[in-house]
T-cell receptor
Framework: GENVEQHPSTLSVQEGDSAVIKCTYS??????FPWYKQELGKRPQLIID?????GEKKDQRIAVTLNKTAKHFSLHITETQPEDSAVYFC???????????FGIGTKLQVIP | DGGITQSPKYLFRKEGQNVTLSCEQN?????MYWYRQDPGQGLRLIYY???????QKGDIAEGYSVSREKKESFPLTVTSAQKNPTAFYLC????????????FGNGTRLTVT
């Protein structure tokens, strides 16, 4: 199956600092790379996604970068705020695009 | 997402009993998924379905069963064969496979004692 690596598993940053989470994949055919945020006790929700025809996408304080050669994509959060504290998951299609596989998740804690 | 309804929110069962978790959607999405989440863990795929009357096993299908008789519905049965059924179960839909985001229901927290 699809080999998915996400790190770090936990990340603590001071409010206002930046946070970076990275995911590495093995299926070179993948062309859609989303990131989900899950707050405690709630459902995961899409926060940003990127397709393989672009290298970077930004949405206010959140950005995703894609390096297809190295087969990894990263989530960047700038000027972190306490409400950014959550678990973040990368995901991508696998099994011939028939299913979606998630990374293990990164628990981000923003310290006020 | 308002278009995906999972019920009930909390479910308690005795060991040895089968239990069915409901997932209904009105988004007209073709694909539906069931994931299991344990405390502090990621999302593990149980079953998925791309079209009506067809479904495939995910990574941890043992002890679970599903049906997809209608496009709107994808119920999950946790059987007595599932050794550690206590978990948070999430249903998700996807408009088209591979290149669109998943939309999740609010989840069902199952406790088996």
């Amino acid at each position: 199956g699809e080999n998915v690596e996400q790190h770090p598993s936990t990340l603590s940053v001071q409010e206002g600092d930046s946070a970076v989470i990275k995911c590495t994949y093995s299926d070179s055919a993948s062309n859609y790379f989303p990131w989900y945020k899950q707050e405690l006790g709630k459902r995961p929700q899409l926060i940003i996604d990127i397709r393989s025809n672009v290298g970077e996408k930004k949405d206010q304080r959140i950005a995703v970068t894609l390096n297809k050669t190295a087969k990894h994509f990263s989530l960047h959060i700038t000027e972190t705020q306490p409400e950014d504290s959550a678990v973040y998951f990368c995901a991508f299609p696998s099994g011939g695009y028939q299913k979606v596989t998630f990374g293990i998740g990164t628990k981000l804690q923003v310290i006020p | 997402d308002g278009g995906i309804t999972q019920s009930p929110k909390y479910l308690f069962r005795k060991e040895g009993q089968n239990v069915t978790l409901s997932c209904e959607q009105n988004l007209n999405h073709d694909a539906m998924y069931w994931y299991r989440q344990d405390p502090g863990q990621g999302l593990r795929l149980i079953y998925y379905s791309q079209i009506v009357n067809d479904f495939q096993k995910g990574d941890i299908a043992e002890g679970y069963s599903v049906s997809r008789e209608k496009k709107e519905s994808f119920p999950l049965t946790v059987t007595s064969a599932q050794k550690n059924p206590t978990a948070f179960y999430l249903c998700a839909t996807q408009q088209s496979t591979g290149t669109s985001p998943l939309h999740f229901g609010n989840g069902t927290r199952l406790t088996v004692t």
